[in-house]
């Protein structure tokens, strides 16, 4: 196939209302993608052949894309919608880059019903807009013919083109009913009132049989105009809002307001029978970096801020976990050296401060030094500890990397990214919290992750996502799932949670 030319041919899409999801296909030229994986505000779908894209769409003319899908003319790609979807607004465009002569037409259709047809488009046409009202339809499809009109002769056989959109209103993606027992990563995760969970950079405690998720409240913007929110669960999936159990309001004035309270994390120490929460706090624009610590008799708070230090070499602290291995023995993780090293700190018995006198290597060590790492999530199976951290691209998603190693303290040994297929490259436009054993299932795993929404942090999403571990393996896959379900783990079900021949996960 001739490549000399390409032509793109840009579409910006946005849905409102709830939402639009898997596709499925009969074209020859067309292919299935799931578009819940595009909910997201910067980030690159394929749809077609691959190309190489970054994550800065092209644009065209003055029309700035966010997020991009690439398909190759003529093709079809047909979208499930969920129920309740109701328009679709778009603007449809060539690229910039397109070849002077080429030209292609852009439609929707509804079954044998056209919704809609751009006229024939050419390079430097400005943006034409569209807007449907899909109540009535189960499924669209959107089309591509690049010899749409016999005047404009593609003049290579190749056209590419690409659907953009900023992905803000398929944020409103709700959990369809039908899976309202499922985990259904990247919808809106409502808790037992109905409203959004807001529990961002989070992480999970397990008391008794109840689990307890705290994170970020992002309902007020990025600044910590909020505080720490709660929620508790018995099954994973429906949570009890437990309010926010550290306000903002409760902490000293240079970490509220303009400052920030980040990724906290709770654990419970036998010795004191306390909760501690540990997180990242700061003041205005990242500029303290320090971890702070707030106490609580009861695991759903309320908690008390005790203070905020710099646990050793004095480095700042930015993003952080906590890490509570079998013998009692627990550690903070977190980004130090202005995020270029992650280090690991040995708290003392109390969990309360880290352990004393600070020596490398014997109470805290470095992993991965002038790797650029954020979001650490570390756990433990068998005699190996993994370590799953992202790279820093501030809100916008990068590749995962997973380090293991036999002690806390290291050494950390890279093993590269474990997640795997499309996406893979931007951990599914997730950034790690947290992953936790999955209950009732041996040498399984929950990634727990955030989509965040850099326009609108307090839309961001929540993506967990199973995963099984052999025993004394230092590799694992991580794949994407549109929805799943605890009770089918190690069934034969597949990415869409339906029964197959073959095993999820291996
Ligand atoms: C990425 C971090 O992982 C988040 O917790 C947050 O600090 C953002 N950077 C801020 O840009």
């Known amino acids: 196939m001739n490549r000399i030319h390409l032509t793109n041919l840009l579409a910006f899409v946005s849905c409102f209302g709830s939402t639009m999801l898997l596709p499925q296909a009969s074209h020859a030229n067309t292919q299935v993608m799931n578009l819940s994986a595009m909910d997201i505000k910067v980030g690159i779908q394929q749809w077609g052949e691959p190309q190489a894209h970054t994550s800065d ?53 509804a079954g044998r019903v056209r919704l809609w047809a751009s006229p024939l488009m050419q390079r430097d046409d400005p943006p034409i807009p569209f807007t449907l009202n899909l109540s009535k339809y189960g499924e669209i499809t959107l089309k591509v013919d690049r010899q749409a009109g016999t005047a404009f002769k593609c003049p290579c056989d190749w056209l590419d083109t690409q659907f953009s959109y900023t992905g803000h209103e398929p944020l409103t993606v ?19 009132k109905g409203a959004p969970i807001q529990a961002h950079g989070g992480g999970l405690l397990k008391v008794g049989s109840t689990w307890y998720w705290v994170g970020e409240d992002k309902s007020k913007g990025y600044n910590n105009f909020v505080g720490v929110h709660e929620y508790s669960s018995r099954d994973l999936v429906h949570w009890h809002d437990e309010g926010v159990v550290l306000p903002a309001g409760s902490l000293p004035s240079e970490f509220r307001s303009t400052g920030v309270c980040e990724r906290p994390k709770i654990v419970y120490n036998r010795l004191t029978k306390l909760f501690f929460m540990w997180m990242h706090l700061d003041a205005h624009r990242y500029s303290v970096a320090e971890a702070g610590l707030a106490i609580a008799p009861k695991p759903n708070g309320p908690y008390r801020y005790v203070a905020a230090i710099r646990p050793v070499n004095n480095s700042t602290f930015r993003d952080m976990n906590v890490f509570v291995d079998r013998d009692g023995a627990a550690y903070l993780i977190y980004a130090a050296e202005n995020n270029a090293t992650l280090y690991v700190v040995r708290l003392d018995r109390s969990y309360g401060a880290p352990r004393r006198p600070e020596v ?122 549109s929805h799943w379900n605890l009770n089918h783990l190690g069934k034969n079900v597949n990415a869409d949670g339906e029964r197959t021949k073959h095993a999820m996960g291996h």
Not at 174 to 192: I, L, Q, T
Not at 362 to 375: L, V
Request: with cysteine.
């Open 174 to 192: 709700d959990k369809p009913s039908r899976w309202k027992n499922d985990f259904v990563p990247g919808a809106v995760w409502r808790d037992d």
């Open 360 to 481: 490398e290597g014997s109470t805290w060590a470095k992993i991965a030094p002038g790797g650029w790492h954020e979001a650490p999530a570390m756990w433990r199976y068998g005699s190996i500890y993994y370590l799953i951290a992202s790279h820093t691209s501030g809100w916008s998603p990068n590749a995962a990397s997973l380090y293991t190693a036999k002690s806390p303290l290291g050494p950390w040994v890279y093993q590269g990214n474990p997640f795997k297929g499309p996406d893979a490259d931007y951990t599914f436009y997730t950034q790690s919290t947290c992953v936790i054993p999955a209950p009732g299932h041996p040498g399984w795993f929950i990634y727990m992750g955030d989509r965040w929404n850099p326009g609108d942090l307090g839309n961001s999403r929540y993506v967990w996502l199973p995963f099984t571990i052999t025993k004394g393996s230092e590799h694992f896959t991580i794949k994407w799932q």
């Open 57 to 109: 769409a092209p644009s065209a003319s003055t029309l700035k894309f966010n997020t991009a899908v690439t398909t190759n003319a003529d093709s079809r790609l047909t979208i499930k919608l969920f129920k309740g979807t109701k328009t679709l607004t778009g603007r449809v465009a060539l690229d910039s880059r397109a070849s002077p002569e080429a030209a292609a037409l852009f439609s929707i259709w």
